[in-house]
């Protein structure tokens, strides 16, 4: 019996460490390519970091023990804002919604916002997904006072109290 030398030849085996640098090349490559694509992916990490940063300074404070607006203030949530949502758009303009309207937090629940008249904001599902649980900062809650004065009855105070 003779041992022969001639191995069958191993089908190239890709390390993983291969994998990585292949797709690390490629983002790479696309840096070089396309510029448009390093400042897409530097603007998505700005922007996810100066959504943030509100949320930093004010910090978690203790969550209000009652999440739900009681019925009562929920109405009167909706009924200051006559029924419509109140989210504005950048150029200031306002939601037209006025079916299912939730009371939702203007300074979030999760971040120590109470669950009180004086913190809630009148926002159609599709805007209250949207906001989530981000912390606005305080020229927006400014502005929404400002726009506030426009459509809510004469008297009620447009300003919102964190807690
Ligand atoms: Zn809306």
Redesign the pocket.
């Known amino acids: 019996m003779t041992w022969s030398n001639t191995q069958p030849s191993s089908p190239a085996v890709t390390e993983p460490a291969e994998l990585v640098s292949g797709a690390l090349d490629g983002v790479l490559h696309q840096f070089v390519v396309e510029p448009w694509f390093g400042a897409l992916v530097v603007l998505l990490v700005a922007t996810a970091v100066v959504r943030r940063i509100p949320g930093l300074v004010h910090g978690r404070r203790r969550r209000d023990p009652q999440r739900c607006f009681l019925r009562a203030d929920k109405r009167l949530v909706l009924q200051r804002a006559g029924h419509r ?3 504005h758009s950048v150029f200031g303009r306002r ?3 006025t079916d299912d309207l939730q009371a939702d937090h203007v300074h979030p629940h999760s971040r120590g916002g109470a669950t009180s008249v004086d913190n809630g904001q009148a ?6 997904t949207r906001k989530a649980a981000r912390v606005p900062w305080d020229w927006e809650l400014r502005r929404l006072a400002q726009q506030r004065a426009g459509y809510f009855p004469p008297g009620t105070s447009t300003v919102v109290v964190h807690h």
Not at 123 to 128: G, I, M
Request: charged share 15%; net charge neutral.
């Open positions: 949502c109140e989210h939601c037209t919604a926002l159609c599902p599709r805007h209250n």
